[in-house]
């Protein structure tokens, strides 16, 4: 079983900037890809931005040019800088991590973490 811990979450107003972060941790062997979702009330789940574990990278139209995600390998964390932040990126952010087991994978996902951006 996988476990992840997602932290970074709060209030800014527009145009400010936060940092989150997502820690995964149990059985692991081999993280595939990793990701932050998002889902603002009344909306359904969207992609914001994913990582693999090259490092090739994968944004929202929305987003692109003011998030940037990044991970670090040795201890399976994902993170995801958010600058120039805007009223509509209000959410719940939640990560989501695919884990290889040999010829299958499993996904798996945080709680969440709340995003309120004012304007």
């Known amino acids: 079983q996988v476990q992840l811990v997602e932290s970074g979450g709060g209030l800014v107003q527009a145009g400010g900037s936060l940092r989150l972060s997502c820690a995964a941790s149990g059985i692991i062997f081999d993280i595939n890809l990793m990701g932050w979702y998002r889902q603002a009330p009344g909306n359904q789940r969207e992609l914001v931005a994913t990582i693999t574990t090259r490092g090739s990278t994968n944004y929202a139209d929305s987003v692109k040019g003011r998030f940037t995600i990044s991970r670090v390998n040795a201890n399976n964390t994902v993170h995801l800088q958010m600058n120039s932040l805007k009223p509509e990126d209000t959410a719940v952010y939640y990560c989501?991590?695919?884990?290889?087991?040999?010829?299958?994978?499993?996904?798996?996902w945080g709680k969440g973490t709340r995003v309120t951006v004012s304007s």
């Open positions: 989501n991590v695919v884990v290889r087991y040999g010829m299958a994978s499993s996904a798996y």
